[in-house]
């Protein structure tokens, strides 16, 4: 251990945090060190469960004791212990001197208080100023994290800020009281791909403006790469390995670490070998509007969108959140009714089949939803989720239900043992297979996959990436990906299409839209990609 | 094909696993199985009161009057000698097929109701929950005299007019659940799967929406059999010599003071009818709520 230094705003020593459980006693952190200094940024990296969020919240008392303890350790902030400190005290460092940004934005703030008035709350807490005093201190805040007309802005709701917006309101409130270290819990994870870019310059900015020491959690590396200077690897709940940026990104030494690195998507995809000629589905100028009673003119989601997929090929489609790129897919496969235009498939035209016949076409076209975790129904077990697509389009004999259902788990890599476990017993990336292999279980021609890794961890995403990959040669599919990140379009798509408010911009092979872009959005697409120099080493 | 093959095989013909695994779960839950065993006793006891009570129910003794519990009557008598425990035993025939059928039909009417309105939405809905507005909007203690006046006193009628009155919440709570349900990606993930509504409304929806339809079922019973109590009281439901549960109490209770045990004895029945079905109703809800038991 190295002595104490004069420039540790935090030193971290040998913290264990246990929790008691039904299944007895779960070690969350165990015997974590690390320090963080002033004006620098320490990022904490490790998949979902490893312990990283646990061992930032004890710091701060944030963890429900009982059923949480900390064993041991200790937390020296400003030569006091942190671990040591009553309640009482806890609360006058908390939020004062470290504060905190969180992941999700939108469940992080009051839906009925103003922005204003969230943002006042502190200073006439911890600052004793007056009400006016803090209004004028709000706006100051605001307009320095970038909102524009705060002074209009401050007395708006949450819900009428995008999830950018929100994410700076988040940002100005933990800053409101002038920390000196801020903890950053995925700040970024929820955010589309340039928003995350903006938000990452704007910590720095801000930063490098008040010599503020940051934590900086996520569970991709990429993401931190560019800017974090110490990184510190977690994995079940230990520190597999810490050091500078350099060292970690450069040379690697512990497995984990090398492979969160290899998980990071990367390269193209080489030119697929099972490709017809002859188009499979075929978009037309297809308009999908939504009419709402707030706004006169109809929200244009998709906007006259005209491609085609030819059969065996991989498609990728990108653009961030509202660009309409989910709505055309869910268009696509008729769970949304366009407003006009024409989708065809084998020469058969989707829109204009009557419900009972497209729900025989829903044997050849297949969808997988971002979120595994609500795709599927939490009361079936995974037998009945696979069996029930099978039993409905009679793809096999009654009595072969069972062995079907137990071919499909083992494609998509679940054990067999788990065929009577419901969806909560299983990790993201393993529900994501469930989702995978309802999709799979009427062997489809077609499938619209929306989103199929975004919810999950960056190690988990690489894995379930290649199994699709396997999965569409093995079945000779057909696939619309969807993706609001290029980095993994590009590495399964044959083509990609850019999408972005309501149509396709631009359109083309993977090496063609990365090195020479021509449409100005694809290009601040690519720019706002993390870790763009890992990319290129 | 290996043993569990078979064994899956089978588990396709006795219908879906979660009844399966909701019933293995239930019965490791001791309190809900102790309820569950307490009602059955009573219900079964209900059936054959007229051949197992120790007296006939319009069987008087002036001469006795009203006595504590004896040998001959084991819980005593009431003022006009007539036997406690046959009482008790006529009484909860009426009180448990009163709270179970009404309760029945309002679970039926409401589950049914509610959930059509919730999942087809738009005009249908609308017109659909303003008609319950609407009864809702009625005094029901005068829709429910009107009926027995029009009808006369009817057993039929009683079920009828308390299930009729009871359903409007049911359906209302079920609309809430199958509104929010419907929005799910669970959902829309069998729509692309391409099950016809009515499937999806039976098998993906109602299954999980059933928790607080259990929970306030369980609150209905006891309540129902309070109305009739009450029903029976003013003289619209049961009259004398025929008698229920929420009768004996009334009665019991004007004469507390000199007769303790008229009161104490229903009560103590009515009581452990309802914690039963409470036990019973929390355990249903956790042996149906696949997340809630992890062994």
Redesign the interface.
Known sequence: MQKINSNHLLKVDGLSVSFVT?NGIVKAVEDISFTVDIGKTTAIIGESGSGKSVSCYSLLGLIPTPPGKIDSGSAIFDGEDLLRLSNECLRNVRGRRISMIFQDPMTCLNPFMTIGKQLAEPLICHQRLRRGQARDLSIELLREVGIREPEITIDCFPHEFSGGMRQRVMIAMALINEPELLIADEPTTALDVTIQAQMLSLITELQNKRDLGVIFISHDLSVVSDFADDVIVMQKGRIVESGDRSSILGSPRHPYTKKLLSAIPRGGKAVSSVRGDLPLVQVSNLNTWFSSARYRTPIRAVSNVSFSILSGEVVGLVGESGSGKSTLGRSI?Q?IKPTSGSVKFADLELTKLSNSL???Q??LI??I?Q?PF????????V??TL???MQ??KIVE??D???E??KIMNDVGLASSS??K?P??FSGGQRQRI?IG?ALA?RPKFIVADEPVSALDVTIQSQVLTLIQELIDEYGLTMLFISHDLSVIRKISDRILIMHKGSIVEEGSGSKIFEHPENDYTRALIDAIPGRKLQVS | MTEQEDLEINDIASGSSLSKDAWIRLRKNRPALGGLIILTAFFAIALFTPWIAPYGYEVQDLNLGATGPSQDHWLGTDIFGRDLLTQIMYGGRISLSVGFLATIVALFIGVTWGSIAGFVGGRIDSVMMRLVDILYALPFMIFIILLMVVFGRNMLLLFLAIGAVEWLTMARIMRGQVQNLRQQEFVEAAVAIGLSRSVILVRHIIPNAIGPIIVYTTLTIPSVMLLEAFLSFLGLGIQPPETSWGLLIAYGAETMEEYPWLLLFPGFFLAVTLFSLNFLGDGLRDALDVRGAKD
């Open positions: 039904r496969v769970l497209m729900k025989h829903r044997r297949q969808i939803f979120d609500a795709s599927l129904n939490p009361r079936m077990t037998f009945d069996a029930e697509p409905l389009h009654k009595r239900v069972t062995s259902v137990f065929v009577r419901y909560h017993e989702a309802r009427v």
